[in-house]
């Protein structure tokens, strides 16, 4: 009996509580509706002595979302209009010039051909990339024997380690570099990366006809003729030193070439020592230059507007004319290159400093960078190379000796999305390797089996000879570059007395 009345005690309260909450919310919104004015913001003020229920009201709420459409309407059409400038908007600041965002290419470091972001829904406001994602970025070198060999891997290590896109390589070599090259190369077996050889010795004729004084010998003339040397169809490239190192991607470079604006033919960074303004001791005579110079360790050729040009007379002249009096080059094909500047200074675009920091005797390259970020490509153009002095040398020796020893085989690495000529070898080793079974005790060795090592002929000076017998002893060795220089001591001590070859795998 007792739950029975319960039953009916929760009944009725629950009645009652559903009759009092729709008529306390009726209540409360009839007295915010006498009590609230809403703020004149538009003609809906009118609609407040409109009665309230029936025809009244629907034309009321048509009236209303009429009005909210037409101030939608009036917002998209200010939103879409673009900002006017500050000096529209305060004529007295017309001196200050457009204060709207800017952006560059990067790795430029100047404000050339800075363009203005148009804020809105101009397709403006997006940034292309100057180079395309799978652009092939040129590369020309000269080198030629066994020395420049060695040092031109530790600058192509350095280039693949930061690259992005496909890398062709140009070498103009002698016999010598181009037989240890494209071993090299083809041992290597890095993916879109592509090599040609031009035969540095049907180059020579062009400008044996130069005296130089420079160490580098003729070799270091052979850059004056890259337009006659090079593929008729290639309209630019960039051309270095082989005692260069990279710290940055050499696509940052290549976007500099968007930058040439006239007839500017020649990326080159100024020089920075003090050679061409003559001051250096007494009686130093440099060639004429454009004020301290330029340095031709890292140059961007656009071979098309040289050729134009007719580039290979423009120099030819200015060599001619100025040996009569200079009588020979002491920097090779850069006194040369400046002679012609100086006389046509429209040809040059003059690069940032940091593109060609130079670690030569009496330089000014400290001045280049503040931060390691600011650096981009370190030149060893002394003769005296690693052991040039410097304030922070033993950083950038570091950081040479880091690509030096670098393992090369870690750079056999796939572009992600860009498509590479089909390499039946590589195809066919991966193929291998993967049919091997990973968790068998065994699996390095069997690994080591098929590993294709990249190999370095004549790693060290030697003049081979095949012996006619054919008795010719090969020593094949695996170690670490400090230990590489007690080779010649080791076969010394064994007493080999046939030929030796050498060939060092890495």
Known sequence: MLGMCRGRRKFLVASLALLFIPALTWLYLSVGSFQVKPLPLSPLE???????????????????????EEENRALRRELSRPPRSPSAQHPSNNHRGNQSRTHSEEGTGDNESQKAVTVGNSSDCVRHPVVDKCETIHVAIVCAGYNASRDVVTLVKSVLFHRRNPLHFHFITDSIAQQILSSLFHTWMVPAVRVDFYDADELKSEVSWIPNKHYSGIYGLMKLVLTKTLPS??????????????????????????KFKGQQVLGLVENQSDWYLGNLWKNHRPWPALGRGFNTGVILLLLDRLRKLRWEQMWRLTAERELMSMLSTSLADQDIFNAVIKQNPFLVHQLPCFWNVQLSDHTRSEKCYKDVSDLKVIHWNSPKKLRVKNKHVEFFRNLYLTFLEYDGNLL?????????????NSENLQKTLSELDEDDPCYEFR????????????????????SSDNTDVTLVAQLSMDRCWFTPTLTESVKITTPRTFELLG
């Open 447 to 466: 690994r080591e089996r098929f590993t294709v090592h990249r190999t370095h002929l004549y790693f060290l000076h030697y003049e081979y000879k095949p």
């Open 46 to 68: 009118a609609l407040s002595s409109t009665p309230v229920g029936g025809a009244g009201e629907r034309q009321a709420l048509e009236l209303r979302v009429r009005v909210v």
């Open 233 to 258: 169809d290639l309209q630019r490239v960039i051309v270095l030193d082989t005692d260069i190192t990279f710290a940055t991607d050499i696509a940052e470079l290549w976007a500099v070439f968007h």
């Open 412 to 424: 056999r690495r796939e572009l992600f999305g860009c498509p590479s000529e089909a390499d039946h």
